[in-house]
């Protein structure tokens, strides 16, 4: 017998009406646990965030800008290669050629060496402040304290 049986045959026994309640209250309870249970089998976010999340967004930003470091460098390169054969770069007695791939590869070559150098301090602060946050776990102070 399910409990829905059970309950149907107890309020036909019942005169004074109070399995109706208890009906009210067990269908009342049955709601609540359900929602506790979906609640307690949903995944609690870390308090780290997503691992890996930082990493995606860092090469995505970093690919948009090599892309269009390439992109500006090709359509400089087609316009400026009318009026300009060659220059220098930064007053360096090194010259490039003015044409739409030699300036796509010359931003592609910066971009890539300047996000290259970003991301890299990025990793080293990254590593410094987890370094930092297992010192604080295993020991309880900073790492700074030195007691003799």
Do not use: C
Not at 5 to 21: C, F, K, L, M
Not at 113 to 118: A, E, H, M, Q
Not at 135 to 145: A, E, F, K, R
């Amino acid at each position: 017998m399910t409990s829905a049986e059970e309950t149907a045959s107890s309020t036909s026994n019942d005169p004074n009406g109070s399995a109706d309640v208890d009906v009210d209250v067990e269908s009342t309870m049955t709601t609540e646990e359900s929602s506790s249970t979906r609640a307690t089998n949903q995944p609690k976010p870390s308090p780290q965030g997503q691992p890996g999340l930082g990493r995606r967004i860092l090469l995505t930003l970093g690919g948009t800008v090599i892309i269009l470091s390439a992109g500006i460098g090709w359509i400089v390169g087609s316009n400026a290669a009318q009026t300009v054969a060659r220059i220098k770069i930064l007053n360096t007695p090194v010259a490039i050629p003015i044409t739409p791939l030699s300036l796509s590869l010359y931003g592609i070559l910066v971009s890539s060496l300047f996000i290259t150098v970003l991301f890299g301090l990025v990793l080293i602060a990254s590593r410094i402040e987890s370094h930092d946050e297992i010192n604080v776990d295993n020991s309880g102070s900073t790492g700074t304290d030195h007691d003799s």
